[in-house]
């Protein structure tokens, strides 16, 4: 209720503010003439767009282009503006087309904040037409200036990026003027982001530690053009192009460069009237760079996508903005390498501002290389899988810093000794940022007092009040927009490595598959050799009936999960009817082939059951397009040569079947028997929480080495019944030892191919940790990552 209260008030301000008085509405602004702050031009012949003079702030006016209509819960959607840096005064301010050509913004007759530079001496009309550009053309047709060569943050169907134009992000979500991060050819031709801040700036996007064509773009085309068409496909000369998800016509869209770095389409969805992400450049919001300034920490947060933190030792620089990120709480004498010690964070990455990389290196020689440099801050030691040893990273800045279970290298902070201690097994600090960090208000001058004052006095309280609700409902909007359209998003980018395939290149590959290796999951599976020499593993997929698009959209997103716990895709083919997907190929098969084979020890066991959580803590909550996976079982997971496990067949529910977490709109259960949450049996909304109920079998399967699926009837029980056989046996085990987690319970529960080697504490955390898992009610289940947060404490606190 208190959300409806707020929609009507936010309607109420957004209608009544910047127009307080009747609005003129005109088609074209004339030699001669001016528009004031009154005056609205409307966009011919339908009336799809205005400008006029936007409020952004307390009598703060930019000269703006909108969507007419109200769409997003009541506000405006703004397409471009005029000098955003510069607002105007609301009275006396004027857009006007001189005799002399020029189109010029002033404030309050004072000083001009805006000009178009153009000269003429003919007639001149300014006219808004229907796609959104604003265009001064004398009366031949001839055009002297137009809005769409200019853009600020938005690209509309049509208008093209060039060479001579760059997108710039607003700096908040309700402060307009411009932010930190650009869009841009850069001089070797190719369209990139930038982050710009405060303090470091840098590319951010495509990935600047790759060279240009592994990133899939071309150097060689310096024509510099990018556009997104009607249809909803972005080609820029680089060769970078993608489709959105809805690719096709009649729909409105817009290409905008979001002011938290990422790079998004927006579709209109009509029944809704709601703009929803069709497309975005980055999955992972804390890989988007600077976001969280200096000495800070990006962590994803499953309800609004990012949180930002301070590195330990550090406090945040500016209350009311995160761009400033964090300094030292500390100060650390520069002659004294005694003074300064060395806090491990895990799973931590600091990207850039080595000092140096240093191979082959050992802990000690890395800690004496950072102390012997006086900036250092810190350095990341990564273990090279490829050479068998480690690499030293110190570091001169901590910037672009974020925490993820997917990156398995710790950082080491440098900090004075007398602070380590304080630090030990303390949990990160989370500051919040001030609920007034953006309310808007900016005093002009020229401010006359008058007979509104009334008005104004009651506008001055409806704003006190309406601020902070404002404030917390573009803050809720934020979150929801982020939240529900997070599984529409999808990406058709083709990662690195990541390729086409022809049926026929496949075919021969597979021996014209005749080597089949495994069945399930809505399709076959072969073995092939790649002509590199690749041995993959061939799927096709057998009800896949959506449309080439559809597909490619949905799966240029599955290619794009890259985590060393899920099975890694190298490609697909799309011909015809045929749509197969190609991954690496696992020497060891499933879990299930393993299980009972007596290669799994008591430790492989332990690293299944974490890396399995890993796999899907990754699906579930690092990519902000969140996957189910909808079919978690021990045939589902692949063990590579060192019998760490992959999660495989990730994503195909997507693939499969369009759409949401709706169990209606899944074609039919997805799923297997014995290893399904009782959500599908009751017909319950479909989570997360399904994967994580599958999750406790396969963890109580691991342990016991017994199958759920095993024993009588299996034809008439109900599919969630059975594995509740599983979990009440395992109960009663331990039931029968009176809570006492005794090596005997535990010895009568544990598979006995391993009871003669198992330690009783991890077997006690893997038993409660199922269990949890396994709850009826799935809000009393876990996420993926506190299981692995909870697997990895008992690691830690072994070694
Ligand atoms: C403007 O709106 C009309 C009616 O809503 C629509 O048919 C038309 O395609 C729109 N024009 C553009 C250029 O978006
Ligand atoms: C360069 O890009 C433009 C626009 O995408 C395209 O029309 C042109 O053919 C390209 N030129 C070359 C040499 O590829
Ligand atoms: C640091 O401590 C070591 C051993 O305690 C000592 O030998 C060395 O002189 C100290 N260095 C400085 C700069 O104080
Ligand atoms: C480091 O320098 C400061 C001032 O320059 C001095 O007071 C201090 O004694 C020095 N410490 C060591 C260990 O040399
Ligand atoms: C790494 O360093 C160690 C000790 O310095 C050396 O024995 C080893 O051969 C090195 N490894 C490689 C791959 O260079
Ligand atoms: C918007 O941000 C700019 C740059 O940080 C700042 O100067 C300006 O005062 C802000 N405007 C409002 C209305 O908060
Ligand atoms: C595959 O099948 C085609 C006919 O369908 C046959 O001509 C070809 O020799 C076969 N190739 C192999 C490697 O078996
Ligand atoms: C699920 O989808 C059906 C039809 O598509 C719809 O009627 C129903 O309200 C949806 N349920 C939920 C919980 O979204």
């Known amino acids: 209720m208190g959300l409806f209260f707020n929609a009507i008030l936010i309607s109420v301000l957004a209608l009544s503010l910047p127009f307080l008085s009747s609005l003129k509405r005109t088609n074209s602004l004339s030699t001669g003439s001016s528009l004031s702050s009154q005056d609205v031009l409307i966009s011919k012949p339908h009336g799809n767009f205005t400008a006029g003079f936007f409020r952004v ?95 600020t943050n938005t690209l509309l169907p049509g208008q093209s990026l060039t060479q001579n134009s760059v997108l710039i992000s607003s700096r908040s979500l309700t402060n307009y003027s411009s932010g930190f991060y650009k869009l841009y050819f850069d001089d070797d031709n190719v369209l990139s982001l930038l982050y710009d801040g405060p303090q470091r700036a840098g590319i951010s996007w495509p990935d600047p530690w790759k060279r240009s064509w592994d990133n899939g773009r071309s150097t060689y085309n310096n024509s510099k053009v990018a556009t997104l068409d009607s249809w909803g496909r972005f080609q820029s000369s680089d060769q970078f192009d993608f489709i959105t998800v809805d690719y096709g016509p009649g729909i409105q869209r817009r290409l905008t460069i979001d002011f938290d770095g990422n790079l998004r389409v927006y579709s209109l969805d009509m029944a809704s009237r709601n703009w929803k992400v069709t497309w975005q450049s980055s999955l992972q919001p804390c890989k988007v760079h600077g976001i969280c300034g200096e000495n800070s920490l990006c962590t994803y947060a499953h309800e609004t996508g990012r949180k930002c933190t301070c590195a330990p030792g550090y406090k945040i620089k500016s209350q009311k903005d995160w761009a400033y990120g964090c300094e030292p709480d500390f100060q650390l004498p520069c002659n004294d390498s005694n003074a300064s010690g060395f806090l491990l964070l895990q799973n931590v990455e600091f990207y850039g501002y080595d000092i140096g990389f240093f191979s082959n290196s050992t802990l000690d020689n890395c800690q004496n290389l950072c102390l012997n440099y006086c900036s250092c801050k810190g350095f990341q030691f990564k273990f090279d899988n490829d050479n068998g040893y480690y690499n030293c990273f110190p570091k001169t800045n901590l910037f672009n810093g974020y925490r993820s279970i997917g990156f398995d290298s710790p950082i080491y902070l440098r900090l004075p000794q007398s602070m380590l201690t304080s630090f030990d097994q303390k949990p990160l600090q989370q500051t919040n940022l001030k609920c007034t960090a953006d309310v808007v208000s900016l005093n002009r001058a020229y401010q006359k007092k008058g007979q509104y004052g009334w008005v104004k006095s009651f506008l001055w309280c409806t704003l006190a009040v309406g601020a902070f609700e ?63 020499d690749r041995v993959a593993a061939i799927k096709c997929l057998n009800e896949a009936n959506q449309g080439e698009a559809e597909f490619l959209a949905e799966l240029s997103t599955i290619g794009k999960l890259n985590h060393m716990n899920l099975i890694e895709i190298w490609g697909y083919c799309v011909e015809g009817k045929h749509r197969l997907l190609v991954y690496e190929y696992m020497e060891h098969g499933s879990l299930a082939k393993n299980l009972h084979s007596g290669r799994l020890d008591w430790k492989k066991r332990y690293d299944i059951a974490l890396g399995i959580a890993k796999g899907l803590s990754y699906l579930h909550e690092e990519c902000l397009e969140w996957v189910l996976h909808c079919d978690v079982k021990p045939q589902n997971i692949l063990l590579d040569s060192n019998y760490q496990p992959k999660v495989a067949d990730f994503g195909l529910s997507k693939l499969l079947n369009r759409g949401g977490t709706n169990k209606s709109t899944f074609s039919g259960i997805r799923g297997t028997r014995g290893y399904m949450a009782p959500e599908w049996v009751f017909n319950l909304p479909i989570t997360s929480k399904v994967d994580v109920y599958s999750y406790g079998i396969v963890v109580l399967e691991l342990l016991t080495g017994r199958s759920p699926v095993e024993g009588r009837s299996m034809e008439e029980s109900t599919s969630a019944m059975e594995p509740r056989r599983l979990v009440t046996w395992v109960k009663e085990k331990m039931h029968a030892a009176n809570g006492r987690a005794s090596q005997t319970a535990i010895g009568k529960i544990v598979d006995p191919a391993v009871s003669a080697e198992f330690d009783v504490a991890r077997a006690e955390i893997l038993v409660q940790v199922a269990l949890q898992c396994l709850e009826e009610d799935k809000d009393a289940r876990p996420t993926m990552s506190r299981v692995v947060d909870t697997l990895l404490h008992q690691e830690s606190d072994e070694y």
Not at 114 to 131: A, E, I
Not at 479 to 484: D, L, N, V, W, Y
Not at 487 to 505: I, L, M, N
Request: glycine share 10%.
């Open 470 to 532: 404002i404030i917390c409902f573009f803050t809720y909007l934020f979150k929801t927009r982020r939240g529900s359209s997070a599984r529409k998003q999808g990406y058709t980018q083709v990662a690195t490595g990541f390729r086409k395939f022809t049926f026929a290149e496949l075919k021969k590959a597979s021996r014209n598959f005749s080597a089949e290796i495994g069945r399930g999951g809505g399709g076959i599976v072969y073995k092939g050799v790649l002509t590199d």
């Open 57 to 151: 702030g307390e009598n703060a006016y930019c000269f703006s282009i909108w969507f007419t209509e109200l769409y997003d819960h009541g506000n405006y959607i703004i397409v471009w503006m005029a000098n955003r840096d510069r607002p105007v005064n609301g009275k006396h301010s004027r857009l006007s087309l001189l005799k002399s050509g020029n189109l010029v913004l002033a404030d309050a007759g004072q000083f001009t904040v805006w000009t178009s530079s153009t000269q003429s001496n003919s007639f001149l009309q300014l006219q808004l037409h229907d796609n959104g550009n604003l265009v001064l053309s004398n009366i031949d047709g001839g055009n002297l200036w137009q809005s769409f060569d200019c853009p």
